[in-house]
């Protein structure tokens, strides 16, 4: 006859099992509550150039609306492939400085200004934009000395006013640049057209999107490559499907000198630039 021994567990370490179970589900419904604030509402980006002078800067940190133009595949992270198009999809406004996907690489975050819609025509002509034949306004402002990464510039600064009446700054280093004299552009359909407000600091839709020619299918932009002979083969955007879009950039929250870094905490301060904090864009 044999007596089976029965074990008690303790009940501290019941209690810290139970209790490391509760952290879990605390921190995992946290994730699943930001993730889906990032998805459906709100995601931040950090500037990683200066394409976008004097409008954002290398080390602003914004903040982007997801909802502006409804929700694609990009609108979750890693861009799963679980649907083509666009929910509730909303048409951007020109002008809108927009976060989207490059066409040749979907795990690469850009950032322009939409100057061309589908159907337009866009030319650059001496550094001035042209749609549809007619050229862009814009009105000088003070030069600023700019440091491009080679030496430090007096670049040109100019208020334009686009078709809609919306004005913005854009920089301008001469009218002779490489993309200062373009062909002309006509925007594909369900396809958007981008520049950089740093005018010749942008690899944008002035440039080959470096996408094959034999690739065909939803969310595909058809490139004229007869306009590459005007500014040569580098590879930029080209033109953008309206399903790359990721959302409208809204505010600059915060904002640090490139020389800001994450393991020097002195740096947090003595490079912030409060200055750019809470800066609505338009």
């Known amino acids: 006859m044999t ?30 509550i ?30 982007v609306s997801k909802f502006s133009y409804g929700w694609s595949k990009h609108s979750i992270p890693f861009s799963p492939p679980l649907f083509d198009g666009r929910i509730l999809g909303k048409a951007p406004r020109r002008g809108d ?26 030319q650059v002509r001496g550094g001035v934009v042209y749609i549809n034949g007619k050229i862009l306004p814009r009105k000088e402002m003070p030069s600023a000395l700019v440091d491009t990464g080679y030496g430090t510039i007096r670049a040109g600064r100019f208020e334009e ?20 004299n373009t062909g002309v552009y006509t925007v594909p359909e369900g396809c958007y057209f981008f520049m950089g ?44 499907p309206a399903e790359n879009l990721v959302g409208r950039a809204q505010l600059i929250l915060l904002s640090w000198n490139a020389d800001a870094h994450l393991f020097k905490p002195w740096t947090w301060f003595m490079d912030a630039r409060p200055s750019r904090f809470f800066r609505v864009l338009k």
Request: aromatic share 10%.
């Open 3 to 32: 007596e089976t021994a029965e074990t008690e567990v303790p009940e501290e370490k019941t209690g810290a099992v139970k209790e490391f179970i509760e952290i879990v589900k605390t921190v995992a419904y946290a994730l699943g």
């Open 34 to 63: 930001a993730l889906v604030l990032r998805v459906l509402l709100f995601q931040p980006f950090t500037i990683p150039s200066a394409s976008m002078e004097p409008n954002l800067y290398q080390g602003d940190y914004i903040i």
């Open 97 to 122: 400085i927009v976060v989207f996907k490059l066409p040749r690489d979907p795990h690469v975050d850009y950032i322009k200004r939409l100057i061309g819609l589908p159907g337009d025509k866009v």
């Open 161 to 180: 006013t686009n078709p809609e009446g919306r004005k913005y700054l854009t920089q301008d280093y001469g009218p002779d640049g490489e993309s200062d």
């Open 197 to 240: 407000d740093n005018r010749d600091n942008s690899l944008d839709s002035r440039f080959n999107p470096g996408v094959s020619p034999f690739k065909t299918g939803p969310g595909v932009c058809k490139w004229d490559y007869a306009n590459d002979q005007y500014i040569g083969m580098q590879e930029g955007v080209g033109f953008v």
